[in-house]
Nanobody, 123 residues
């Protein structure tokens, strides 16, 4: 089992920044690939960014790749999502998830999910 706890969400004005954190715990948590997804009201959950457990290679959705940065601190078993130049359309609940799959953009392949943290960007 893997437990994931997100934090760092909140309300920010357009153009601002937020950093989300996701602390992973559990026996196998340190060997999982970790990703961020988001879901806005009335929309499907969509991939944002992910990082491989080994090597630290990152993957981004096209919509965020020039504004968001994912990073991982394996010593702390924590993954971060630095979000810059936020836009109102980034408003969503952001979820951290863990997977053993190498297809990091596919939500259904993630076995474990956090409870989510709300990000609201005002115009």
């Amino acid at each position: 089992q893997v437990q994931l706890v997100e934090s760092g969400g909140g309300l920010v004005q357009a153009g601002g920044s937020l950093r989300l954190s996701c602390a992973a715990s559990g026996p196998a948590s340190s060997t999982k690939n970790l990703g961020w997804f988001r879901q806005a009201p009335g929309k499907e959950r969509e991939f944002v960014a992910a990082v491989f457990w080994t090597g630290g290679r990152t993957v981004y959705a096209d919509l965020v790749k020039d504004r968001f940065t994912i990073s991982r601190d394996n010593a702390k078993n924590t993954v971060y999502l630095q979000m810059n130049a936020l836009k109102p359309e980034d408003t969503a609940v952001y979820y951290c998830a863990a997977t053993t799959s190498r297809l990091l953009s596919v939500a259904r392949l993630y076995e474990f999910w956090g409870q989510g943290t709300q990000v609201t960007v005002s115009s």
